[in-house]
């Protein structure tokens, strides 16, 4: 399964996005802002391609997808929230976004249980689970 997160062209404060999974529009996404030196919990991660991996997260208490292999992070998942400032470097979904530079998608938990069983199908499987980030 490749997943793909366009970005828009974002500002200082932070990074909004389409995701795509395997050509198809999935949701919105919200990030931190991307910069070219990393500010600790307020850095997007770089452009690139990750493995999607499922493992428990200790923060969240749940089952998440990880993205293995992130220069410089660690811990970087996809999860549910509304801004960046409910972000540490991660990737927010949402299905709502009525404007594309207010930093707030909506609809988070709906994106979220809609996405999760596509990826577990597929590490179920043994599908690769790729996201590229452009």
């Given at each position: 399964m490749k997943?793909?997160?366009v970005r828009n062209k974002g500002t200082v404060e932070f990074t909004e996005g389409k995701l795509y999974v395997d050509g198809?529009?999935?949701?919105?996404?919200?990030?931190?802002?991307?910069?070219?030196?990393?500010?600790?919990?307020?850095?997007?991660?770089?452009?690139?391609?990750?493995?999607?991996?499922m493992t428990m997260s200790t923060r969240f208490k749940k089952v998440l997808p990880l993205l293995e292999g992130v220069p410089n992070f660690t811990g970087v998942r996809i999860h549910s929230g509304n801004s960046s400032k409910d972000?540490?470097?991660?990737?927010i979904v949402g299905s709502i976004n009525d404007k594309l530079d207010d930093d707030w998608v909506s609809g988070s938990k709906v994106a979220m249980q809609r996405l999760m069983p596509k990826i577990q199908d597929a590490l179920a499987v043994k599908e690769k689970v790729t996201l590229e980030i452009v």
């Open positions: 997943m793909k997160l198809e529009f999935e949701c919105y996404t919200v990030e931190d802002a991307v910069r070219k030196v990393k500010v600790h919990n307020r850095t997007a991660i770089p452009a690139g391609t990750y493995n999607v991996i972000t540490e470097g991660c990737i």
